[in-house]
């Protein structure tokens, strides 16, 4: 009967030890932008962060495609160890007018492909590119498909509603007229220049939520192990 309250309190303990480990792995889950906006008429850095969801294989490579109605003229990207990067032009499907030129053919995609390993799980990169000019529109959508040594491949191609709730693939979108989603969240970060307070404010939020949580998973998991304490002393007692 001891051994059955010992076993007890180590299972509600290790319980809440896995909730306050998941807890974090949620909140920095996808691939994402913040604070994902850009003012129109000029040139944004825009860094995709990319988690390796998998617990088994790693990331090797990422594909983001770019606006063909809204084209950018111009994409460059920082060289990423460990990593070739290409930037696919094309035919746009009818011609834009830039600044008073017509554009037939603009970048249409960025395929970055890993060289030695990518990316483990439990591990997370960032690729940064620079576009412009970003369009005078509401948003652009730059959906990306991330693929996994094991051949499997997300998509991450969902556009997150006005209402803010999130989808369960959501597209990193770039809101440039439009307002992001009130308490949504959309997949990559976008800035005229890198600004360090800014990404270490957005990710106290975030480790501050997945912290909260996790104690949560601890205390019950306390909680637990104090409850089969408890019974198995009355039960030394009674004896």
């Known amino acids: 009967m001891n051994r059955r309250f010992t076993l007890r309190a180590a299972a509600a ?4 030890a896995a909730l306050a480990v998941a807890a974090p792995l949620a909140a920095s889950a996808h691939v994402r932008i913040d604070p994902s906006t850009a003012a129109a008429g000029g040139y944004s850095y825009v860094n995709f962060r990319v988690p390796t969801e998998s617990a088994t294989a790693s990331t090797i490579g990422l594909t983001i495609q770019l606006p063909t109605d809204t084209p950018f003229t111009s994409v460059s990207y920082e060289a990423t160890p460990g990593w070739t990067v290409k930037v696919n032009d094309g035919t746009l499907p009818k011609p834009v007018t830039i600044d008073g ?7 249409t995609s960025v395929t970055f492909t890993a060289t030695n390993g990518g990316i483990a799980p439990g591990q997370f990169g960032i690729f940064t590119l620079s576009l412009g000019k970003v369009p005078d529109t509401g948003k652009v959508l730059l959906p990306a498909t991330q693929t996994y040594s094991d051949g499997s491949v997300v998509k ?17 979108t770039l809101y440039i007229n439009d307002a992001p ?9 976008a800035s005229p220049a890198p600004d360090a307070a800014a990404e270490a404010s957005d990710d106290s939020g975030i480790n501050a939520a997945a912290l909260t949580v996790g104690f949560v998973g601890v205390g019950l998991g306390a909680a637990g192990l104090i409850v089969a304490m408890v019974a198995l002393t009355r039960k030394r007692a009674a004896e």
Request: hydrophobic share 30%; net charge negative.
């Open 13 to 16: 303990l290790a319980a809440g």
């Open 101 to 107: 030129s017509t554009i037939k053919t603009a970048p």
């Open 156 to 172: 991450w191609d969902q556009p997150t509603p006005a209402s803010g709730e999130e989808p369960e693939h959501p597209a990193p």
């Open 181 to 189: 989603p009130a308490g949504g969240s959309a997949a990559v970060t």
